[in-house]
């Protein structure tokens, strides 16, 4: 007799999973927000580790939040306070363990956790995946962060109605340190993916992963959308339905401050985003930015608390789609076997 089943499956880049999955999370996202009682306590007795390598507000607070609203027990773990944090246990241990006793484990593991050593923090996400027994969500590493990009397309879905024909500048922001890359890579992996017209908008030696571009031209062909490039800021803002702002490294000093800043430092202040650039806009433009953002440098109080700014609303969907994946992951996903 059949029996049913649950597959193990690990969030770790939308891009590891079929869009029709994805098209799934959105639409247990829109139920979620609009029949929260529905949902309540609906995991009763399932239990998530949060493990945290590196600090966080959004993540940790809204899944934490998530869970008790699902009837989860969420237990919050700094490396600081486990073993593997002082080199004393391997991921292999910890993952198999960690597994036995938890539902589903989310992991954060920024760049400066392994050495600024790009991928490595995505590759030892991977590692705790093929040692657990239970879905790894990744709560951001070093190549992507896809809770807050299935939020930021939900939100775009949700202020504009449709993706496909709308148009996304990506654009770089001046930030006084070298920001991983995982927030660009996933947005313009996702977006390409949504059928948006999106160009990406930086200064020279800011370009993002060759592979992650190549993996973005390739959605946009599948999609229909279109996929553009320029470092003229009035040009790539121009006629714009949404405008999201993010500050990322040089590839070419991955990392290394002192080295980047000769090449950062003259974008200080035209690249610091300002309330006149979303006069090139289209009126009903929408302005996001992941959060957090470093006020008057990255961009002006004018712009964040401005008209077009939604960067609240955003922030709030991402206790959506993390009780959307946690749903999916823990009920949704089972198949006959
Ligand atoms: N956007 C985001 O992931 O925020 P936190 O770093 O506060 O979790």
């Not at 944090?85 to 992991?107: H, N, P």
């Not at 470093?294 to 700014?309: E, I, L, P, W």
Request: hydrophobic residues 35%; aromatic residues 12%; glycine residues 4%.
């Amino acid at each position: 007799m059949a029996s049913k089943q649950r597959i193990k499956k690990d969030f770790i880049s939308t891009q590891d999973w079929d869009k029709e999955e994805v098209d799934k999370l959105l639409a247990i996202t829109k139920d979620v927000k609009l029949n929260p009682k529905k949902y309540r306590n609906s995991l009763d007795g399932k239990s998530i580790c949060m493990f945290f390598y590196n600090p966080s507000t959004r993540t940790r607070n809204s899944t934490q939040v998530a869970a008790f609203q699902l009837g989860m027990q969420p237990t919050f773990n700094s490396i600081k306070d486990s073993w593997i944090g002082y080199q004393s246990e391997s991921v292999k241990d910890t993952a198999i363990v960690l597994a036995r006793y938890y539902d589903v484990i989310g992991i954060r593991l920024f760049p400066n956790s392994v050495n600024w050593k790009y991928k490595e923090g995505n590759r030892i996400l991977r590692e705790y995946a093929k040692w657990s027994e239970k879905p790894i969500i990744n709560f951001e590493d070093d190549q992507f962060h896809p809770l807050q990009a299935l939020t930021d397309i939900f939100t775009i879905q949700e202020k504009k109605k449709e993706t496909k024909g709308k148009k996304i500048v990506i654009s770089w922001a001046y930030h006084p340190k070298p920001l991983p890359l995982s927030v660009p890579n996933s947005t313009l992996l996702i977006t390409t993916r949504y059928g948006m017209d999106v160009t990406l908008a930086h200064p020279k030696n800011f370009e993002l992963d060759d592979d992650i571009v190549n993996l973005a031209k390739k959605n946009s062909e599948i999609s229909g959308g279109t996929l553009t490039f320029s470092d003229n800021i009035k040009e790539a803002y121009s006629d714009a339905d949404v405008v999201y702002v993010k500050s990322w490294g040089s590839r070419k000093y991955y990392g290394d401050g002192k080295n980047e800043k000769p090449l950062r430092l003259p974008f200080r202040d035209d690249w610091r985003i300002k309330e006149e650039y979303l006069d090139y806009t289209n009126s009903d433009s929408i302005f996001m930015h992941c959060l957090p953002i470093r006020r008057n440098v990255v961009a002006d109080d004018s712009v964040v608390d401005g008209k077009h700014s939604i960067v609240y609303d955003q922030a709030e969907n991402r206790l959506n789609t993390v009780k959307a994946l946690l749903y999916y992951l823990l009920k949704e996903n089972d198949l006959e076997k």
